[in-house]
């Protein structure tokens, strides 16, 4: 599932405006998800577009990861907030913890599983 950064601007939509971001985060850019623009464009008429977060699928457990994409300013225009996180989260569960008593031939499992708070802004991998 993708993660959506929606922008939005006020006031006439008569002219397309674009606008330029810098991605930073704890996520790499073409391992952990498809590599961004760094430039959107809300189109004639609208008020708003979207920048989307496509995770790339692995077969790996990775610990949650964040995109953060960050507006650059622009003239005649109040950005607020100039930036916001998407976090991506791992569909593969993490390896099994195994613990045994020592000095036992039996071992017991113990089964860690993420489950992860969801926020406003999340993308997964697939």
Known sequence: MPGI????RTG??????TLTY?????????????VL???VTI??????????VTPVDDTE??????????????PDFVVS???ATVTIVSDELPPDLV???PGHGRRGCLHHHVLPLHQQHRARHR
């Open 22 to 34: 810098a991605v930073t985060g704890t996520a790499t850019p073409g391992a952990d998800y498809n």
């Open 81 to 83: 907030p100039v930036s």
């Open 61 to 74: 457990y990775e610990y949650d990861e964040t995109v953060i994409v960050t507006l650059a300013p622009v």
């Open 43 to 52: 189109p004639i008429g609208a008020a708003s577009a979207t920048i989307t």
């Open 37 to 39: 623009s760094g430039t």
């Open 5 to 8: 950064f929606t922008v939005t």
């Open 12 to 17: 006439p939509t008569t002219d397309p405006l």
């Open 99 to 101: 613990v045994a008593k």
